[in-house]
């Protein structure tokens, strides 16, 4: 009597156990989803605070061991980091000057381009519209044939004014301007110090071993943030002008300007790709008469960005830095959903980021694996 006692004891307090720790188990779960969901929240309603902050650290990654070089060479941080930023801001500037004048004309002469398309794909045009009135006449029909009447009532209709394309042009310009010169601002900050709140937050570990540990990880995280950076923008320019000489070849006018295109769009993969596509396809069948030559420069596009995807690219990466496209796809998407343009900006280098931190620690190592190829 007393052996069976003591069985169902235990039996019972495991049961108990068990029934105590579901409820646990569905509250952690619970607040898991309410903090991810508060963190959305924040990232959304404060992103203008926090895209300056990511786009300073992206291209701090990228410029920081220029500045080390100029530092090596005696001269000081943050005057290294002020010649930094002036030659690269003077080249985009001076780019961006020389691009404004063939993209201007391109917008002048958009009216009478959409003509010339619309008039050299007429036949698809008229069959698509006789198709379009025959739906038409099946909806009347069926309309006609319901025998429901329908009170009618009285509604007030009211008309919101909403800002012409120039104001949204306009109040898109200033926030852009605000949020680039807070970028600026604080990239140089960053540049300039050299990485001193990394070196503080370090600080702060007690043990030796595990300070040893941690700057090391740090510094390998860098290093092979700053190579795949340098890695995408090397083909990305590298494509840019490629295509510039194969659409200037072809006869395509401002082969340059749509070449930089390709070559800015390509940061996005895939997406980005198929945008250029579409842009060289219309401006080759704007400008050709013959529809066989038209279909050239799309083609030699078409080529050119398969070889850089599936040949250079995966031979300069590796293994090592191979992406999934999957997760490329969703990180474009949740970050272009999130910050607008912004956010397909710094899509790439923090899905980069993130996959070279997990391969760097042990316990976010199958992380790392998921986001590669």
């Known amino acids: ?21 579901q409820p646990m188990e569905v509250r952690s779960v619970v607040t898991s989803a309410i903090l991810v969901l508060m963190f959305l929240y ?3 309603f404060a992103r203008n605070f926090f895209i300056p902050i990511v786009l300073a650290l992206s291209l701090n990654m990228l410029l920081g061991p220029l500045v080390n070089r100029l530092r090596r060479l005696w001269i000081p941080r943050p005057l290294g980091a002020a010649l930094v930023l002036f030659v690269i801001i003077g080249g ?25 398309l619309k008039s050299r794909t007429s036949v698809i045009r008229e069959k698509v519209e006789n198709v379009t009135q025959q739906t038409e006449q099946i ?11 329908k009170e009618t009532t009285r509604t007030t209709t009211v008309v919101l004014k909403e800002p012409g394309l120039g104001e949204r042009f ?23 110090t050299g990485g001193l709140m990394i070196r503080k937050l370090l600080a702060m570990i007690r043990r030796q071993i595990g300070r040893r540990q941690a700057v090391s990880l740090v510094r390998h995280m860098q290093d092979d943030i700053n190579r795949y950076l340098v890695t995408i923008i090397m083909i990305n320019t590298a494509l840019g002008v490629t295509v510039s000489l194969a659409l200037w070849a072809i006869g395509l006018p401002d082969p340059f300007l749509w070449g930089a295109v390709a070559g ?9 790709a198929a945008v250029a596509f579409l842009i060289i396809t219309a401006i080759s069948f704007a400008t050709f008469t013959s529809l066989a030559y038209a279909s050239i420069a799309p083609l030699v596009f078409m080529l050119i960005t398969a070889i850089e995807g599936n040949f250079i690219t ?7 830095f191979a992406m999934n496209p999957l997760a490329i796809y969703m990180s474009l998407f949740f ?39």
């Open 42 to 44: 924040t990232l959304y």
């Open 314 to 320: 995966p031979a300069i990466h590796g293994k090592r």
């Open 1 to 21: 009597m007393s052996d069976t006692s003591q069985h169902d004891q235990p039996r019972s307090e495991r049961t108990e156990s068990t029934g105590a720790r």
């Open 92 to 116: 985009l500037g001076a780019g961006g000057y020389a691009a404004v004048e063939p993209a201007k004309q391109w917008l002048d002469s958009m009216p009478q381009t959409m003509e010339d």
């Open 264 to 272: 800015l769009l390509n940061f996005a993969p895939y997406l980005g």
């Open 170 to 192: 306009i109040g898109s310009l200033q926030a852009f301007a605000g949020t680039l010169a807070v970028m600026l601002i604080l990239l140089y900050f960053m540049l300039a």
């Open 335 to 373: 970050w272009g959903w999130l910050w607008g343009i912004a956010g397909v900006i710094v899509a790439i280098p923090l899905i980069a980021a993130l996959k070279i931190a997990c391969d760097h620690v042990d316990s976010m190592r199958p992380i790392g694996r998921l986001l590669g190829r």
């Open 139 to 149: 909806i009347k029909v069926a309309e006609s044939a319901v025998n429901e009447k």
